[in-house]
């Protein structure tokens, strides 16, 4: 019998198996074979350069640094609030009120509006000249602000933006709320215990599998990031560096360019800074997830 659900398991699996293997690991090889060789689109055929384009991402790239600032900034940014924002908004939705579902929708909306739409509408509210945000300001007497011109200012008005957009994030916390056992809230309210104590005693701690999975998935989304470039830098993709993020200068570098090699250098240190932090997060998570089921 074990044999039987082994062979069926296996069999079930090839399919996944093929199209990580054709869509994912092949391609991720190719790209990095290709990152040792010169191949833009006017050379008939690529020629290898060895470890050159490495050099010359670290040494004479003046973008790259720029880049890997840019994106690792408005990760921490993004990931940071949206993980606390979304958690909130998950506790207060939690609760039983009236409409509920019809708030829970409401939060969940902005997740599945098209992307260029989201950042369109918030261009508007940015504007200087007639945004919304702006006549606020305005109206208390403080000078308009450049929100997506303003170096200071473009990263943290993006980060706004996806912390809006994070329904996806009150959605699993919301699943995750609803499988705390209520009967430790119970044990807890006997003892005396007031709501914040039961919060970072007892909900965090049941918590902890649903926000490693939500601060690993939101992560790796929030540093592909590519949108707000294309839509807000435009042509003076020099002037504002703070839009030149990695997915972007890959983007750039090899549909622009036309230097597919050299895009193909970037992709692959973009995926081993990646593979980084995910490997931090999972080295690190044994110290603070919390299974209900295990003996710690």
Same mark, same amino acid.
């Given at each position: 019998?074990?044999?039987?659900? +082994?062979? %069926?398991?296996?069999? !079930?699996?090839? @399919?996944?198996?093929?199209?990580?293997?054709?869509?994912?690991?092949?391609?991720?090889? =190719?790209?990095?074979?290709?990152? !040792?060789?010169?191949? &833009?689109?006017?050379?008939?055929? @690529?020629? !290898?350069?060895?470890?050159?384009?490495?050099?010359?991402?670290?040494?004479?790239? @003046?973008?790259?640094?720029?880049?890997?600032?840019?994106? #690792?900034?408005? =990760?921490?940014?993004?990931?940071?609030?949206?993980?606390?924002?979304?958690?909130?908004? +998950?506790?207060?939705?939690?609760?039983?009120?009236?409409?509920?579902?019809?708030?829970? %929708?409401?939060?969940?909306?902005?997740?599945?509006?098209?992307?260029? =739409?989201?950042?369109?509408?918030?261009?508007?509210?940015?504007?200087?000249?007639?945004?919304?945000?702006? +006549?606020?300001?305005?109206?208390?007497?403080?000078?308009?602000?450049?929100?997506? +011109?303003?170096?200071?200012?473009?990263? @943290?008005?993006?980060?706004?933006?996806?912390?809006?957009?994070?329904?996806?994030?009150?959605?699993?916390?919301?699943?995750?709320?609803?499988?705390?056992?209520?009967?430790?809230?119970?044990?807890?309210?006997?003892?005396?215990?007031?709501?914040?104590?039961?919060?970072?005693?007892? &909900?965090?701690?049941?918590?902890?599998?649903?926000?490693?999975?939500?601060?690993?998935?939101? #992560?790796?989304?929030?540093?592909?990031?590519?949108?707000?470039?294309?839509?807000?830098?435009?042509?003076?993709?020099? &002037?504002?560096?703070?839009?030149? !993020?990695?997915?972007?200068?890959?983007?750039?570098?090899?549909?622009?360019?036309? $230097?597919?090699?050299?895009?193909?250098?970037?992709?692959?240190?973009?995926?081993?800074?990646?593979?980084?932090?995910?490997?931090?997060?999972?080295?690190?998570?044994?110290?603070?997830?919390?299974?209900?089921?295990? $003996?710690?």
């Amino acid at each position: 019998m074990a044999r039987q659900e +082994a062979r %069926a398991a296996k069999l !079930f699996l090839i @399919p996944a198996f093929l199209g990580l293997t054709f869509l994912t690991y092949l391609p991720l090889l =190719a790209v990095f074979i290709l990152s !040792f060789f010169k191949w &833009t689109a006017i050379m008939p055929q @690529p020629i !290898f350069i060895g470890f050159n384009n490495y050099i010359k991402l670290f040494t004479r790239d @003046p973008f790259f640094w720029t880049s890997m600032k840019v994106t #690792l900034l408005y =990760a921490v940014l993004s990931v940071g609030i949206s993980m606390i924002y979304s958690l909130t908004l +998950a506790m207060l939705l939690n609760r039983k009120m009236p409409a509920r579902g019809f708030f829970r %929708a409401v939060f969940y909306v902005p997740y599945i509006v098209p992307a260029m =739409a989201v950042y369109m509408s918030w261009g508007l509210l940015y504007n200087p000249d007639f945004g919304v945000f702006n +006549a606020l300001l305005a109206s208390h007497g403080i000078n308009k602000i450049a929100f997506l +011109a303003d170096s200071k200012f473009i990263i @943290p008005s993006l980060a706004v933006i996806a912390v809006w957009a994070c329904g996806n994030l009150i959605v699993i916390f919301l699943a995750g709320l609803g499988n705390v056992p209520r009967v430790y809230h119970e044990a807890a309210e006997i003892d005396g215990a007031s709501g914040w104590q039961r919060f970072i005693n007892i &909900t965090i701690p049941c918590m902890t599998p649903i926000i490693f999975y939500n601060l690993l998935m939101s #992560l790796i989304a929030n540093m592909q990031v590519v949108v707000p470039s294309l839509i807000y830098a435009g042509s003076n993709r020099t &002037t504002y560096p703070e839009y030149t !993020f990695m997915s972007f200068m890959m983007y750039r570098t090899g549909f622009i360019n036309n $230097d597919m090699s050299y895009a193909a250098a970037i992709s692959f240190i973009f995926f081993l800074l990646i593979g980084v932090f995910t490997l931090v997060l999972f080295a690190t998570s044994k110290s603070w997830l919390f299974y209900e089921e295990g $003996d710690k």
